[in-house]
């Protein structure tokens, strides 16, 4: 079942002083070398800069699921595109 969508106050920007709007995001974790991305985290973003905010109970979930090995076993798997830096990419 969805929790209703509860409306918090984000504040401003801590970076533009922009008001920060409410949105769902996507945020990755590197868990001991390996990437997971949690879905659908309500979040405060600054839609002039781009900064994300999130409550600290929100944090605090994130952190059990991340640290949570069945959820993560159970969870569809992604594949990302992995590019190896190559020094001839950093010449002008
Ligand atoms: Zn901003």
């Known amino acids: 079942m969805k929790k209703k969508n509860v409306k918090y106050n984000y504040g401003e920007c801590e970076i533009c002083n922009t008001p ?9 974790f590197w868990i001991q070398g390996k990437l ?10 600054c839609p ?5 905010v999130v409550k600290a109970n929100v944090g605090r979930s994130i ?17 990302v595109p992995k590019i190896k830096f ?6 002008v």
């Open 36 to 45: 997971i991305v949690v879905e659908d985290v309500p979040a405060g973003v």
């Open 48 to 52: 002039k800069c781009g900064e994300k």
């Open 86 to 91: 190559d020094m001839k990419d950093a010449r």
């Open 20 to 28: 920060m709007k409410e949105r769902l995001i996507k945020q990755d």
């Open 63 to 79: 952190l059990k699921l991340t640290e949570n090995p069945d959820r993560i076993a159970k969870a569809p798997k992604i594949s």
